[in-house]
């Protein structure tokens, strides 16, 4: 199993501004998560965090509005920059401590509110 | 790529009536797995499917495994306020990542 801490739980931002969200992990993982979920939708996963290396972004999601670090094999951090109200969501991190296709742990998740 | 598609987006149930959310998949699944959220909450795991016509059990809940392994199914016995939240089922196609389905709301009325 793994816990995940992750923060900040919510925040309101101003539009322009970026937010830095943290998620630290109680074991070492190859791979961390970062997944968005708009209200009552489903998860979109938006990148893969690898250790020692860039992240992989998925289709529609890009790094320099999504800059991830990952410094070491507990910790990751994904920035939303220049919000704007549509970036308004939850942002989950997720782990597979057992690895391939395996179950996931998620962080307890950022609730994100750009006005 | 893979898509996952899970119906309904809604149930309302009355208290003690029984509860099934179905997924289908584009593509064969080496394996499906289940989460439930809570209002507010975050995803937590209840079950991995692997083998082709797969069941299996939690207390009221059972969960299947297609003989194609491109469906599931998950279904609730019996519904208690405390089943109230959104299932979300996700399909592993061979890599690391999981195609989650859009989920469907549980809500009881008691």
């Known amino acids: 199993s793994a816990v995940i801490s992750q923060k900040p739980s919510r925040d309101i931002c101003q539009r322009g501004t970026s937010l830095t969200i943290q998620c630290q992990v109680d074991?070492?993982?190859?791979?961390m998560f970062w997944y968005r979920q708009q209200p009552g939708q489903s998860l979109t996963l938006i990148a893969t965090?690898?250790?020692?290396?860039?992240?992989?972004?998925e289709s529609g999601f890009v790094i320099d509005k999504f800059p991830i670090s990952r410094p070491n094999l507990t910790f990751s951090t994904l920035t939303v920059s220049n919000m704007s109200p549509e970036d308004s969501s939850i942002y989950l991190c997720s782990v597979s401590p057992s690895g391939k296709d395996t179950e996931a742990f998620f962080g307890q998740g950022t609730r994100l509110t750009v006005v | 790529g893979q898509q996952v598609m899970q119906i309904p987006q809604y149930q309302h149930v009355q208290e003690g009536e029984d509860f099934t959310t179905y997924c289908n998949s584009s593509t064969t699944l080496s394996n499906i797995q289940w989460y439930k959220q809570r209002p507010g909450g975050h995803p937590v795991f209840l079950i991995q499917l692997v083998k082709s016509g797969e069941v299996k059990k939690q207390k009221r809940l059972t969960f299947q495994f297609g003989e194609a392994k491109k469906n599931s199914s998950l279904h609730i016995t019996a519904t208690q306020t405390t089943d109230v939240g959104t299932y979300f089922c996700a399909g592993a196609g061979g890599s690391y990542i999981p195609t989650f389905g859009r989920g469907t709301s549980l809500i009881v009325h008691p």
């Open positions: 074991s070492q993982v190859t791979m």
């Open positions: 965090a690898n250790q020692g290396s860039e992240a992989t972004y």
